[in-house]
């Protein structure tokens, strides 16, 4: 049974940092591009940041380059996201994501995906 479990959401004030965490399990780990999407309310979901081990490339979208960065410990089946710099408009449900390419993760419709967990920045 695949299973990707997120951690390490919260609230946190407009500049702050957060760490998120994904454990991922069931599927063969170097052979998935891992990343995360997040969904603001009333909004569509959105590409953050994807590694794919296979390719050895990371992926951002626009909005969070230069602020987020995505890492990997292989050996954990673990993968992260260092979030920095983080404005109001980062706060969204954020989701742990797996898919035979980044392309599945980066659109927001990848093959599996976690149950999610909140990040919230204030003002």
């Known amino acids: 049974e695949v299973q990707l479990v997120e951690s390490g959401g919260g609230l946190v004030q407009a500049g702050g940092s957060l760490r998120l965490s994904c454990a991922a399990s069931?599927?063969?780990?170097?052979?998935?591009?891992i990343g995360w999407f997040r969904q603001a309310p009333g909004k569509e979901r959105e590409g953050v940041s994807c590694?794919?081990?296979?390719?050895?490339?990371?992926y951002y979208g626009d909005s969070v380059k230069g602020r987020f960065t995505i890492s990997s410990d292989n050996a954990k089946n673990t993968v992260y996201l260092q979030m920095n710099s983080l404005k109001p408009e980062d706060t969204a449900v954020y989701y742990c994501?797996?898919?035979?390419?980044?392309?599945?993760?980066?659109?927001?419709?990848?093959?599996?995906w976690g149950q999610g967990t909140q990040v919230t920045v204030s003002s």
């Open positions: 994501a797996g898919d035979r390419w980044a392309m599945g993760v980066m659109t927001g419709s990848p093959d599996y």
């Open positions: 590694i794919s081990s296979s390719e050895g490339m990371t």
């Open positions: 069931g599927f063969t780990f170097d052979d998935y591009a």
